[in-house]
Nanobody, 125 residues
Framework: QVQLVESGGGLVQAGDSLKLSCAAT????????MGWFRQAPGKDREFVAA???????TIYADSVRGRFTVSRDDASTVFLRMNSLKPEDTAVYYC???????????????????WGQGTQVTVSD
């Protein structure tokens, strides 16, 4: 069982930056692809970014490509660096771990097995 804990959210102004962290309590953290998703009030949870198990491959939603960067360290943490934030980026951000092996990175919530509790990001204009 992988436990994930997000941190780094907050209230910022449009154009500002934030860096979210997701710490995993799992010694085999490198066995999991990691994803970031977000959910705004009244909307479905949507894909933001994902990183392969060793961080060599990444994918992004069109809405954040060029502004957000996903990365992971050699220990047990995955990051989401968010630049040029916009009010429409306001949401609860979740990290998730996928145990799928030998498959391309996924943008589907159904392909992720473990989820954190989320961290709120609010961008004011």
């Amino acid at each position: 069982q992988v436990q994930l804990v997000e941190s780094g959210g907050g209230l910022v102004q449009a154009g500002d930056s934030l860096k979210l962290s997701c710490a995993a309590t799992e010694r085999t953290f490198s066995s999991y692809a990691m994803g970031w998703f977000r959910q705004a009030p009244g909307k479905d949870r949507e894909f933001v970014a994902a990183s392969s198990r060793k961080g060599l491959s990444t994918i992004y939603a069109d809405s954040v490509r060029g502004r957000f960067t996903v990365s992971r360290d050699d220990a047990s943490t995955v990051f989401l660096r968010m630049n040029s934030l916009k009010p429409e980026d306001t949401a609860v951000y979740y990290c998730a771990a996928s145990a799928r092996l030998g498959m391309p990175l996924s943008q589907s919530v159904y392909d992720y097995d473990y989820w954190g509790q989320g961290t709120q990001v609010t961008v004011s204009d």
